[in-house]
């Protein structure tokens, strides 16, 4: 059950569209969504879930603001009459674009679609785009396999300002992109029509879930977003997990996670892209007899911790930067290579 208490806001720490994080009077921090519960001010009463960060869960030590008793009603109504979060007293009218782009084509005509696992691997995989394709438009797509407001990832909103994010898209319960949709094949269709999208990155939002079971993880999503894409007509790229730092058996080299998406759970016929000067992904995948049932390409990644620092982007998987893991980001790039060598027919990479 979730545990609430109520606090005061003592000091307004940093403000963007969509989330507040303040100070509180016992020491504590916390977010504001404000496109639920509306602003904060310093001074105001608040009552805050503390749940998280009680459990030792990785909110990075955030509660959250659920209510501001200083004001006795809010209202902001939506541009739609599609609700989110719904069936909780914090439903929103958020719309969804499906509203006005009644006529998008429901199909991909080829287009490169990576499918990520972790939203830390957004990073380098537009970051690698981008740097092949600085003319293209790129799309994320969140899905609501783990937090639902966009607002709450600084990742988008740093690769947003930095240019290497053109439009965002909330599917299924993900709320907050520039573009609300109604499930992952919609949100799709609508990045490319409504949002011009050269190529899209598909991945959950911070926060994922795991369990240390087969089959008890949130990026399990994968398999279905990949499958999902070829029926769609586009070209779906895997982006593979892979560590030589993570102290966790499951997660050291190729991940389970990307085994199982991959070997037992997707029927798409998938590109993954590995990392040339990495012979250990190819040796993983092939072990798995991956490269049987998928697409495997080797490609060239550029220096991606330089790429993420020239756009002044920090970014870290289970708290370690690029310095610490570059197979991880090195890994992730070779998706974002292979989406920008996308010719053509879908499923096909020339490079």
Known sequence: MPRFVTRTVTTVLE??????????????????????????????DVVV?????????????????HWNLSRREWDAPGPGHVLKLRYTSLQVDTGVAEEQHTEAPAGLDGLPVVVCGLHSQ???????????????RVAYVMTDAAALPLALSDLVAGLTRAGLVDVTVTAGQAFGGALEAVNVPSALTLARAAGGADAIVV?????????????????????????????????PIACLRYSDADARDRHRGLSHHSVTVLARAAYARAVVPVPEGVPAVAEALADAG???RHQVVTVPVPDVASLLAAADIEVTTMGRGADEEPEFFAVAAAAGVAAAAIRGEPGTVHV
């Open 15 to 44: 403000e963007r569209t969509g989330l507040q994080r303040v100070q509180l009077d016992d020491g504590s921090r916390a977010y504001v969504l404000t496109a639920l519960i509306g602003p904060v001010a310093e001074g105001d």
């Open 49 to 65: 879930n503390t749940t998280a960060v009680d459990l030792g869960l990785g909110t990075g030590g955030w509660h959250v603001v």
């Open 122 to 136: 957004l990073a380098p995989v537009v970051a690698a785009l981008r740097a092949c394709r600085p003319e293209w």
């Open 203 to 235: 991945g959950m939002g911070p926060g994922g879930v795991g369990t240390a079971t087969p089959l008890g993880f949130g990026a399990l999503e994968q398999a279905a977003v990949l499958d999902t894409v070829e029926w769609l007509g586009g070209t």
């Open 290 to 292: 991956i490269d049987r």
